[in-house]
């Protein structure tokens, strides 16, 4: 369900950025700690963005963005788990450095 609100803001802005020229693809970022199924949010888009422009086509791309931490020791690591500790210290008083984001990266449109 969370997914079907972030699909309606990305739909919404991509649509605001290509000033109704028709959308081609758009590029996601979607960090590892958003929160965000990928699968989900593509197949929102896919319903959302057929709405919006019925007459073309647009290609969700999705670029996964791994976990990363700063530990308070000062190593900045991205662990195969993100719930696994500092590989320094075995801390886990951390900060978070990246992958929380769920963001467009780009957007095409046809320029025709
Ligand atoms: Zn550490």
Not at 71 to 84: A, E, L, M
Request: proline share 4%; hydrophobic share 40%; with cysteine.
């Amino acid at each position: 369900m969370h997914e079907y609100g972030v699909a309606l803001e990305i739909v919404r802005m991509a649509t605001e950025a290509a000033e109704g020229r028709p959308i081609t693809k758009v590029t996601l970022a979607v960090g590892d700690l958003s929160g965000v199924f990928s699968e989900s949010l593509i197949m929102y888009g896919d319903l959302l963005f057929h709405d919006a422009q019925p007459s073309r086509d647009v290609l969700i791309a999705v670029n996964r963005v791994k976990a990363a931490f700063r530990c308070s020791c000062g190593v900045t690591y991205s662990p195969p788990d993100i719930f696994d500790s500092c590989p320094q210290c075995r801390g886990v008083d951390r900060t978070i450095v990246d992958g929380n984001q769920c963001i467009i990266e780009s957007i095409e449109v046809d320029d025709e």
